[in-house]
C-alpha cells in the first residue's frame, strides 16, 4: 500500500489498529480494567510512600478520613482491592461460572448470615476482654501510629509486628478502611469486621465448592451447591470465633483461594502468574496469624506427595520438574521475606511458654474436636469419608484430606490445643469430607432416597446452626456442636462500672491498682474494656498476670497502691497462686482492707491500700513462694523480683 496526498492516515494503519483493537487475538494480550486499577493504585501508593521518607512533614500525609490518617485508609483499600484482583484473576484460572440459581442461593445465604449477625449485635450484653478485644485495641493503636509517626513509619510498623507478634496488624490494615466511618466501639468493631469479611469469604467459598462440585461430579449440581451453601454458610466453627471479636476468619479466604489454585493445578504445564498468586497468599496467610503456618505445612505437604505420586503414575517427569523449581523458588521467597519470624520461631520454646494451653496434645485434641462438632456433623463427616473410600474415584482424594486433618492436629499440639479460633484451619477438611457424603447423596438414583437423605442431611445441619445460634452456653447436647454463638450475657455491668468508678476517683498513673482474679466472668480486663472507647481505668488497671510461661511475675502485687481480689476466687494457670500468696502473713502486713463490692451474683470484690511501703521481706517472700515457677521461666519472676529489689535503698 502507499499513501496517497489526500489520504489523512495510511490506510494499512488503519488496518493495523482495527486488527489489534478489536480482533479476539488481541484481547488475550489487553490488561484487564483490575489490572488497571490494581497497577495504578500500587504506582500511587508507592509515590506516597516515597514522600513519607523523604519529605516526611508533607501536609497531606497528615489529612484524615473520619479522624483516621488518610494514608492508613489509602493503604487499607489497596490491600482489599488486591485481595479481590486475586480473587478475579483465580476466578479465571480456574475457569468457573455461576448459574443463575447459584448465584440466587449465595446471596440468599450471605442475606440470612447477615440478619444473624445483626441481631447477635443488636441484642447482646457483652464485655470483650482477653483475645477477644485485642483486636479492637490493634485497632486504636495502628491508627494512632500512622497519624503520629507518618506513613512509611506505619508500614514498617506493620511488617514488624508480622514477623514478631503473635497478632500482627495485618488484619487491622485492611479493616482500617471500612472502620473509619464509625463509632469506635468494640461493639462496632465487629460488625464493621464482620460485613467486611464475609461476603469475601463465602464468595471465594463458593468458588470453591464449584471447584469441588466439578471434581466430585455430582449428579444433580444445582442441588449440590445448595446443600454444599447451606452447610458451610451455617457451620458453627466457622463463626464462633468472630461472634466474640477475633476476625481470624479473614485467614480462611487465603486458604480457601490457595485450595481453589492447587485443587485440579499437577504442574502438567508452567504458570507463572498461579505461581504468583500462590506465594502472595501464602505470605498473607502467614501474616493474617502465625498458627496458619500449621495449614500451610501440613496441605504442601499432603499436596506435594498429590503431585509426586500423580506424576510417577503417569510418567510426567516434567511435571516433578516443574514442581519442584516452584518450590524452591517458593521456598527462597518466604524464606526472605520472614526471616525475622524464622530466627524468632527456632530461637524460642513454644512448648514450654504455651504449656498451660497444653490441655492433654494429640489424644486430648480428638476429644475436643468431637465435641467441637458434635455427634451429628461427625456422623455426617463419617459418611463422606467411608463413602469416599469406597467410591475409587474419591478414595485418593479422602486420604489426603484425613492426613491433612491428622497432621495438622499433629504439628499443632505439639505446641498447645486448639481453641474455637484455631478450629478455623480445620474448616476445609470438614466442609470437603461433608461434600463428599452430600455428593453421594445427589448421586442416588431413586429420586426418594435422594430427596429422604438430602432432607436429613440438611435438615439437620439447619437445626444445629439454630441451636447455636441461639445458645450462650457451650454445654449443648453432645448431637449438636459445642460452639454457642452467643455471648455469655451478662447482668453484673452496673457493678463493675460502680468498681471503676472508684478506681477512677482513687487512683492515678503514679499510684496504680492491681487485681489478683484471672478468669472468668472476673479478670482486669472485663472492668478496663467494660466501658471503651474510654480508657480511663485501662491507664491505672494493669492486663494482669496468670498464664505460666506467657506472663511475668505481677509486679502490681509490690508496686500498686491497691489490690483487689474476689470472693469465691476466680482463675486460671497460677492466678490462685499469686492470691494465695498476696494473703499470705508478710504481704498482708504491708495492707489493710479498705472497701467491699458485692456484685450481685454471689462475688464480692476486697480492695486492699498499701500502708506499708514495698521492702526486701516482701521481695524476698514472694520469691521463695515461687521458686518453682523461677527455676523454669528465672527471666519472668527473678528477673522480675531482683529488679525490683535493686530500687530497695
Avoid at 160 to 172: R, T
Avoid at 351 to 377: C, D, V
Avoid at 533 to 555: C, E, M, Q, R
Avoid at 606 to 631: C, G, M, N, Q, W
Wanted: hydrophobic content about 50%; glycine content about 6%; some cysteine.
Amino acid at each position: 500500500m502507499t499513501q496517497g496526498k489526500d489520504e489523512p492516515c495510511p490506510s494499512w494503519l488503519i488496518e493495523i489498529i482495527w486488527h489489534f483493537a478489536f480482533t479476539q487475538s488481541f484481547r488475550r494480550y489487553q490488561l484487564r480494567i483490575p489490572h488497571w486499577i490494581f497497577i495504578v493504585y500500587t504506582l500511587i501508593l508507592a509515590i506516597f510512600l516515597v514522600l513519607s521518607v523523604v519529605f516526611p512533614g508533607l501536609s497531606i500525609l497528615a489529612l484524615t478520613v473520619f479522624g483516621t490518617n488518610l494514608m492508613l485508609v489509602l493503604l487499607s483499600v489497596w490491600a482489599w482491592v488486591f485481595i479481590i484482583w486475586i480473587i478475579l484473576e483465580t476466578k479465571r484460572i480456574v475457569g468457573i461460572r455461576f448459574t443463575r440459581k447459584n448465584k440466587i442461593t449465595f446471596f440468599i445465604s450471605l442475606a440470612v448470615i447477615f440478619a444473624y449477625y445483626s441481631y447477635s449485635l443488636l441484642t447482646r450484653q457483652f464485655i470483650y476482654y482477653w483475645d477477644y478485644v485485642l483486636y479492637y485495641r490493634m485497632q486504636g493503636g495502628i491508627t494512632t501510629t500512622f497519624q503520629t509517626d507518618g506513613f512509611f513509619n506505619g508500614v514498617v510498623e506493620v511488617v514488624k509486628s508480622v514477623w514478631y507478634n503473635a497478632y500482627s496488624l495485618f488484619n487491622n490494615v485492611l479493616l482500617a478502611a471500612p472502620y473509619a466511618a464509625v463509632p469506635k466501639t468494640p461493639n462496632w468493631f465487629v460488625a464493621v469486621s464482620s460485613f467486611s469479611i464475609l461476603p469475601v469469604l463465602y464468595w471465594v467459598i463458593a468458588l470453591w465448592i464449584k471447584a469441588v462440585e466439578r471434581l466430585l461430579q455430582p449428579k444433580r449440581s444445582e442441588l449440590f451447591f445448595l446443600g454444599a451453601m447451606i452447610l458451610s454458610a451455617g457451620f458453627p466453627l466457622i463463626h464462633r470465633a468472630q461472634l466474640y471479636g477475633q476476625p481470624d476468619f479473614l485467614g480462611l479466604i487465603f486458604v480457601f483461594l490457595i485450595l481453589l489454585l492447587t485443587i485440579s493445578y499437577d504442574f502438567s504445564k508452567t504458570d507463572y502468574k498461579r505461581y504468583f498468586f500462590l506465594i502472595a497468599l501464602t505470605i498473607m496467610a502467614c501474616a493474617s496469624r502465625r498458627w496458619y503456618e500449621f495449614w500451610l505445612a501440613a496441605y504442601y505437604a499432603c499436596y506435594a506427595v498429590f503431585v509426586l505420586v500423580r506424576s510417577i503414575r503417569g510418567k510426567a517427569w516434567s511435571n516433578i520438574k516443574r514442581a519442584v523449581f516452584f518450590a524452591l523458588a517458593a521456598a527462597i521467597i518466604l524464606g526472605i521475606v520472614f526471616l525475622p519470624m524464622i530466627v524468632t520461631l527456632f530461637r524460642a520454646n513454644f512448648a514450654m511458654s504455651y504449656s498451660a494451653y497444653n490441655s492433654g496434645g494429640f489424644p486430648a485434641e480428638l476429644k475436643s474436636q468431637a465435641q467441637y462438632l458434635g455427634l451429628g456433623l461427625l456422623a455426617i463427616l463419617l459418611i463422606g469419608i467411608v463413602y469416599g473410600i469406597l467410591r475409587r474415584q474419591y478414595r485418593e482424594l479422602i486420604l489426603l484430606a484425613v492426613a491433612d486433618w491428622l497432621l495438622m492436629v499433629f504439628l499443632f499440639t505439639r505446641i498447645q490445643n486448639m481453641g474455637y479460633h484455631h478450629t478455623l484451619i480445620l474448616v476445609p477438611v470438614y466442609l470437603f469430607l461433608m461434600l463428599v457424603g452430600f455428593a453421594g447423596v445427589c448421586r442416588m438414583e431413586k429420586n426418594w432416597l435422594m430427596v429422604l437423605s438430602s432432607v436429613v442431611i440438611l435438615g439437620f445441619g439447619a437445626v444445629n446452626t439454630c441451636v447455636c445460634a441461639f445458645s450462650s452456653a457451650d454445654t449443648l447436647p453432645r448431637v449438636f456442636s459445642n460452639a454457642a454463638l452467643i455471648p455469655p450475657q451478662r447482668t453484673d455491668i452496673a457493678q463493675i462500672r460502680k468498681v471503676n468508678r472508684w478506681l477512677v476517683e482513687h487512683c492515678n498513673e503514679s499510684e496504680s491498682a492491681y487485681m489478683i482474679p484471672h478468669g472468668y466472668p472476673y479478670n482486669p480486663d472485663v472492668f478496663r474494656s467494660c466501658d471503651y472507647p474510654d480508657s480511663s481505668v485501662s491507664n491505672i488497671l494493669p492486663y494482669g498476670s496468670a498464664v505460666l510461661g506467657t506472663h511475668y511475675f505481677p509486679d502490681g502485687l509490690l508496686l500498686a497502691k491497691y489490690i483487689l481480689t474476689c470472693e469465691p476466687f476466680c482463675g486460671i494457670s497460677i492466678a490462685e497462686k499469686y492470691d494465695s500468696a498476696f494473703l499470705s502473713e508478710i504481704p498482708q502486713k504491708h495492707f489493710t482492707e479498705v472497701t467491699r463490692f458485692d456484685m450481685g451474683n454471689g462475688y464480692v470484690f476486697i480492695v486492699y491500700a498499701r500502708i506499708h511501703p514495698t521492702d526486701r521481706e516482701e521481695i524476698l517472700f514472694y520469691k521463695d513462694y515461687f521458686s518453682a515457677e523461677d527455676k523454669q521461666f528465672p527471666e519472668m519472676f527473678s528477673g522480675v523480683l531482683e529488679e525490683i529489689l535493686a530500687t530497695i535503698k
